[in-house]
């Protein structure tokens, strides 16, 4: 595996070709990196202000279906080009751009990234990467066989406390782990029924865009857009696409985990509407250099999440981080609250000191944490662009984050099933139980 610091101190400038397409090379240390940005409301407008606080970046283009998001963005670069169709503005300004950002919901992420990657631009792409499985190894393929640069916005990744866990759990510090637990309380289900009726969609957003390769089906206020398509199964991927991303992140990275071998998700009977408002999820892996033989893995979220267990006992009767992870390993246990916040050794239910200086001395890490959610978001995209420069090497690449979003989905899948094990062949991409292989994958529709 290619070290990424022996990466950045071992390159030159020309030893790094490898990693950029040959076809612009020489133009992008020579110029800006120009970007288009699919998506500018919401988090999508986090994502151009992070990304155009690069020095090297010029935003070239800006687009939107919702009027009023795109025209507050262009207000902050009024030299973009504005469009509503990402189509039309892939097609008339792909010789312009070297990268595109796509920030809208889920079900938009795959066929605008993938439409980018055809005409040879680099991606970062808001995360789950997708949302279905089929398209994460689509995604994946063509990043590989195009050469291109490529990051999910899992801006945590990048954040200090995630760096230092990862770097914990590598040094061996509570020996292999046999187990992870991670928690959210949120609720990014719905349980409710499906709304009758239609609404008049407002004069600044086009339906039929926002719907894209989804199917048609008639607008309702305050039931998709914006946000609340993340609780909707032909939109979003639940609590666990939304936050599990973020919070499996880093034990995935950590122990170098592949795709998962059985998942089971105990929660409501699905309804083809909502995702369950509850879920547990149990997920076991392959064993690597980490881990024990096999890896077990339990996620839990919406309210009361996560249920009492022993394992997640603190000392001092202290009370859980609302949010997070705790790796159960041969000699103790590691806490990785979400985020922001220091990982914490537990060994023989006692906290225990460590030397953060001889876990950073590899020097991807300072010795005191920045601490600041500003201050550190940035770091994630500047590295996309970075590594488009030729500069850095992306931590988080479609290579990465294609597997980590297929490990999500199979859990959200797995609630199509309550309470039964499906069997995942990584090789062949499909479950044993016939009938989940159809939610691999969904028709897109003509729009
Ligand atoms: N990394 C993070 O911390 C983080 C935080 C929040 C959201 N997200 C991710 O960002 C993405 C957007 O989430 P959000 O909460 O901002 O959603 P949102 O609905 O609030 O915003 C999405 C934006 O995309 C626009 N849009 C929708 N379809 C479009 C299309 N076809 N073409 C162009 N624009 C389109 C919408 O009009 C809106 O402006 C999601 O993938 C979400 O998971 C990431």
């Known amino acids: 595996m290619i070290n990424r610091r022996n990466f950045l101190k071992n390159t030159s400038i020309f030893g790094i070709t490898p990693f950029l397409p040959s076809y612009n090379f020489f133009n992008l240390i020579n110029k800006k990196i120009k970007t288009a940005h699919i998506g500018v409301g919401g988090m999508g407008k986090a994502d151009l202000n992070d990304i155009a606080s690069h020095k090297k970046v010029e935003v070239y283009a800006l687009c939107d279906v919702d009027n009023k998001a795109l025209v507050e963005a262009g207000k ?82 990048s954040f200090y406390d995630y760096k230092l866990a990862t770097l914990l759990i590598k040094s061996g510090i509570i020996g292999k782990v046999s187990e992870v637990r991670a928690w959210c309380p949120k609720n990014w289900g719905y349980d409710g029924p499906e709304p009758n009726g239609s609404d008049l969609v407002p004069d600044y957003l086009d339906w039929n865009l926002w719907l894209g390769t989804a199917k048609e089906r008639p607008f309702k206020e305050k039931v998709y857009h914006p946000g609340m398509w993340r609780k909707l199964v032909d939109f979003g991927c639940g609590t666990l696409g939304d936050m599990g991303v973020h919070i499996f992140d880093t034990p995935y990275n950590a122990l170098d985990l592949d795709v998962p071998m059985t998942i089971k998700n105990k929660c409501r009977k699905p309804n083809n509407f909502g995702f369950p408002e509850k879920n547990y999820v149990e997920y ?46 041969e000699k103790g246990r590691l806490l990785l609250p979400h985020f922001m916040e220091l990982p914490k050794l537990i060994v023989d239910n006692q906290y225990k000191n460590f030397d953060v200086s001889t876990f950073v001395d590899n020097g991807e890490l300072s010795e005191i944490p920045v601490r600041d959610y500003g201050k550190e978001s940035y770091l994630h995209y500047h590295q996309f662009i970075d590594t488009c420069l030729g500069k850095d090497e992306c931590t988080a690449p479609f290579s990465y984050s ?46």
């Open 284 to 329: 076991v892996f392959p064993g690597t250099e980490y881990t024990t033989e096999t890896l077990k893995w339990i996620w839990e979220d919406g309210k009361g999440s996560p249920k009492k267990h022993k394992d997640l006992k603190l000392p001092n009767n202290d009370k859980l981080p609302l949010q997070g992870a705790m790796f159960i390993g």
């Open 76 to 157: 902050l670069f009024p030299n973009a080009k504005l469009f509503k169709d990402y189509r039309k503005m892939l097609e008339n300004i792909h010789e312009d751009i070297d990268a595109v950002i796509v920030s809208t919901p889920d079900h938009t992420h795959a066929p605008a990234s993938i439409m980018a990657m055809e005409h040879n631009k680099h991606v970062y792409c808001q995360k789950p990467l997708t949302h279905h499985v089929s398209e994460a190894r689509k995604m994946k393929k063509l990043a590989e066989e195009k050469n291109l640069v490529t990051q999910m916005g899992i801006q945590v990744h």
């Open 402 to 447: 294609s597997r980590l979003t297929e490990t999500i989905l199979l859990g959200v899948i797995a609630g199509r099933f309550p309470g039964k094990t499906l069997h995942w062949d990584n090789s062949k991409a499909k479950f044993a139980e016939d009938e989940a292989n159809k939610y691999l994958d969904s028709p897109y529709r003509d729009f």
